[in-house]
């Protein structure tokens, strides 16, 4: 079962991606998004030993 903790971390990150997806792309700067993400993650999993 999830927590409300956890319901409201997830909603609050849904809500950032949102924003920032359509502010960037606003602004025509969606590839970089996409790019930054992916390339955190790889980075996160490597820290985390994963993958």
């Known amino acids: 079962m999830i927590t409300h903790l956890e319901l409201g971390v997830?909603?609050?990150?849904g809500f950032a991606f949102l924003i920032s997806f359509f502010i960037t792309s606003?602004?025509?700067?969606?590839?970089?998004?996409v790019k930054i993400t992916l390339?955190?993650?790889a980075a996160a999993?490597?820290?985390n030993g994963v993958g």
């Open 10 to 13: 997830s909603i609050f990150a």
């Open 39 to 41: 390339d955190n993650d």
């Open 26 to 33: 606003a602004g025509g700067g969606f590839q970089d998004l």
């Open 45 to 47: 999993r490597k820290r």
